[in-house]
């Protein structure tokens, strides 16, 4: 991925650090959103530099699309270029059905489906042949096994649709679109030791947590020269939850 461009939404913790560390790694210079954690934003940037590529870190709220797009045209106007996008930013509402507001159900839509289309949008008009666009979804779009996630798997399962709608839209300009379905994954928001690891460990196949690195390996692959045939496709990274 050496001379290539990727910006990673809520790149400062989780999931989006991993993926653009990997990304790094792989010889991309990459820029990171993040919503308000400007210091770990910071050293995440300073592991993308250590990795002898070019990094910068853009505040930007996935709720509001204008940022979305700034963050675009900030990453071009810096880098020249962009090449790879990857819509990871996101929320993990949580509770029962009816207790869910409609604030709640317009903020989330706004950050995991509005926020992916608009930045597939803008990123689109700068990308040339080769370019990648990649959404991390979630296993429970495809299966809810518990309860309290309605919200949620809903917001995730219009990645699928946007997906298949991104593949066929830019196919032709030699552009891909997919996502990645992360199942239960070790990060600050589902850390593997708590009180509910447990009984989300049990409905994996492996009965283990996926790392955010096994996520960014997937992406990586997608964004890279293996990925260049594969466009339109859900991949799920979940120990085999769905299986």
Request: hydrophobic share 45%; glycine share 10%.
């Amino acid at each position: 991925m050496t001379r290539r461009v990727a910006l990673v939404t809520g790149g400062s913790r989780g999931i989006g650090a991993a993926i653009a560390l990997r990304l790094a790694a792989e010889g991309a210079d990459v820029v990171i959103t993040y919503a308000r954690a400007a210091d770990r934003a910071a050293t995440v940037v300073k592991e993308i530099e250590a990795a002898g590529v070019r990094g910068l870190a853009v505040a930007a709220e996935a709720s509001d699309a204008s940022q979305v797009v700034a963050a675009v045209e900030r990453t071009v106007a810096e880098f020249g270029r962009i090449d790879v996008v990857v819509s990871n930013a996101g929320v993990a509402p949580y509770g029962p059905l009816e207790d869910v507001t409609l604030e709640e159900v317009d903020s989330t839509l706004a950050i995991h489906a509005r926020a992916s289309f608009v930045l597939a949008q803008a990123a689109a008009a700068h990308m040339g042949r080769g370019g990648r666009i990649i959404c991390i979804g979630s296993s429970l779009a495809e299966r809810v096994p518990y309860p309290g996630w309605t919200l949620y798997s809903m917001s995730k399962s219009a990645l699928i649709g946007l997906t298949k709608g991104l593949a066929r839209d830019l196919g032709p300009r030699g552009i891909t679109a997919n996502l990645v379905h992360p199942g239960s994954t070790d990060t600050e928001m589902n850390p593997a030791d708590s009180q509910d690891a447990e009984e989300e460990r049990r409905y994996t196949a492996l009965d283990t947590y996926c790392s955010p690195e096994d996520i960014a390996a997937t992406v990586a692959h997608l964004a890279g020269e293996g990925g260049r045939h594969i466009t339109g496709a859900a991949i799920t990274v979940d120990a085999g939850t769905t299986a």
